[in-house]
């Protein structure tokens, strides 16, 4: 039950009831027939109905029931929307924050024929969109990354790391990043991709020979100890002689 103001200013309070059907259940229109004079019996108000439906393309999407016997007749109609109805451009563009969650909700449902790669595409786009924006906090972009995350599952490894850079990007700045910023992620990743300390090896030296950064700086940077810098410092300035 909410309170909500009609475009002519009235104020009204309705009572909405909304049903998410993934499956082709043959008897879901009268379900929500049911539904809706249940919360009339229950509530003593007016009702409403709303049906998403969130399966494949192919999936039926009525929006009424019909009842008719002899002089008694029933014409139940109610709104419905499937997840199908609208292009990706439409949704991402939208501004409408359910229209985000619409769009994971179409790769979900095209899992099984959409490679890790397009599915990864998509979740990108999406924060992005949500970064863009400028209307959502640095914590809610978070919430919504987690939710994409666990809702359009990928198995491949790269593509979530992939993602994983996309999050930390958009939710601390990356976008708008300075130098030292920008080569931290830098160097974290090719950490992140080596697994193994020549990996940060190489970041360190990189550190030190182009941007003459101190041992302390370029160990913050790269994430190691100060003595791992500095022995590398060492065998440096030896090649040098």
Known sequence: MAKVYLKDGTERWIICNLEIEAGNSADFPFRLFQYWYRCIDKFGREAMSIAVYTGDENQPHPSAYRSQLLDTEVDFKFRSFHIFEQTDEVLLESGNPFALVVLAAKKAAQYEYLTDNQLNRTRVLILQALRQSGAYSIQQIENFAHFLHNFIYIQDIEENRIFDSTIKQV???????????????????????????????????????????????????????????????????????
Do not use: C, P, W, Y
């Open 171 to 241: 939710t601390v700045g990356g976008l708008n990043m300075g130098i030292v910023e920008t080569v931290k992620a830098v160097a974290h990743e090719q950490g992140h991709l080596e697994g193994k300390l020549e990996g940060k090896a190489e970041v360190v030296v990189n550190l030190i020979q182009k941007l003459g950064l101190s041992n302390e700086q370029a160990a913050d940077i790269a994430e190691v100890t100060v003595e791992f810098v500095a022995n590398i410092r060492s065998k440096l300035s030896k090649k040098k002689k």
